[in-house]
């Protein structure tokens, strides 16, 4: 099992600029995340989606858009990035009832210029 | 909202016993989660209380008081490889639809010396 991935690894962005992070996992997890990570503030919840074809906000939406069309996978989009996106992020996936035990994918580290 | 803290670093030598504490803030808290990541990596999974009281996962053990929101992470007989970040984690819901997301601490970054 690969659990969770993510691609691309790494990505440079100029301001203005989308692109789509992709993350998949093959755990069969029904909830899945996106977090973004900064220094010295943890992890914090961009969106999340309890199901195929459900998504809702987290902490920091702004910015961000998600779809998850398919159970194993969850993407989020950035639409006109910013220099403030510059981050590393982080999805994840759990079971319903184990919530607290969530399955990290490696993280995208993405600069935005 | 939610709020959490713990120390922003800690220091210790191999074979000793360090204790990283977390305080929280939280409306409907359902419980407290430990994740450890070392630098460059994700974030795993370490344990999980809902209850008061100590879980011991092999040299990891993690306590719970909810009557003091209060928590803590004991790392025994330390070694080289346990120098990472450690997150406390509140467990709390949102009452229009029921989900329990994470929120997350701002990271306790423990150094291992030798």
């Known amino acids: 099992n690969a659990g969770v991935t993510q691609t691309p690894k790494f990505r440079v962005l100029k301001t203005g600029q989308s692109m789509t992070l992709l993350c998949a996992q093959d755990?069969?997890?029904?909830?899945m995340y996106w977090y973004r990570q900064d220094p010295g503030m943890g992890l914090r919840l961009i969106h999340y989606?309890?199901?195929?074809?459900?998504?809702a906000k987290g902490e920091v939406p702004d910015g961000y858009n998600v779809s998850r069309l398919k159970k194993q996978n969850f993407l989020l989009g950035l639409e006109s990035a910013a220099p403030s996106q510059t981050s590393v992020y982080f999805c994840?996936?759990?079971?319903?009832?184990?919530?607290?035990?969530?399955?990290f994918g490696p993280g995208t580290r993405l600069t935005v210029t | 909202g939610q709020s959490l803290e713990q120390p922003s670093e800690v220091t210790a030598v191999e074979g000793a016993i360090v204790q990283i504490n977390c305080t929280y803030q939280?409306?409907?808290?359902?419980?407290l989660s430990w994740y450890q990541q070392h630098d460059g990596g994700a974030p795993t999974f370490l344990s999980y209380?809902?209850?008061?009281g100590l879980e011991e996962t092999g040299r990891f053990s993690s306590f719970l008081s909810r009557s003091d929101s209060y928590g803590y992470l004991l790392l025994q007989e330390l070694q080289m490889k346990d120098s990472a970040s450690y997150f406390c984690?509140?467990?709390?819901?949102?009452?229009?639809?029921?989900?329990?997301?994470?929120?997350f601490g701002t990271g306790t970054r423990l150094l291992v010396s030798p």
């Open positions: 994840a996936s759990s079971y319903p009832d184990r919530a607290y035990e969530q399955y």
């Open positions: 755990m069969n997890h029904e909830y």
């Open positions: 989606s309890v199901g195929e074809g459900t998504t």
């Open positions: 939280t409306s409907g808290f359902y419980g």
């Open positions: 209380n809902a209850l008061d």
């Open positions: 984690a509140v467990r709390g819901g949102e009452t229009n639809t029921g989900f329990q997301k994470l929120v």
